[in-house]
């Protein structure tokens, strides 16, 4: 078995314990939240919640193209903008970097 074969191998089990449900461009996902940050900016009125939040795909979970910077996804319920996309060629694996869609 190859390094791709492996890690793709141990996403697929982390994505079985510990997958959420998300939906880019009426393709449903199960993803994997590898990083949360919640922080409040100044808007007008008051502070605004800003979250963040990265997540791991594999690659072939998209059968004819892969997410771009800007599109919208909902995780989980909530919808979030793409802020960056993340893959490495070698790799079995897509970062997806969100934010709020207000940005």
Do not use: C
């Amino acid at each position: 078995m190859g390094l791709e074969s492996e890690i793709l191998s141990d996403l697929r089990q982390l994505l079985s314990e510990h997958g959420v449900m998300a939906r880019w461009q009426e393709l449903d996902l199960l993803v994997l939240v590898s990083r949360v940050k919640r922080e409040q900016q100044i808007d007008m009125g008051g502070f605004v919640d800003s979250p963040e939040l990265s997540l791991r795909v594999p690659k072939l979970a998209f059968p004819n193209t892969l997410p771009k910077f800007g599109e919208r996804i909902e995780v989980d319920g909530t919808e979030y903008r793409i802020s960056q996309v993340s893959s490495h060629p070698r790799s079995p694996i897509l970062t997806l970097s969100l934010s709020t869609t207000d940005e």
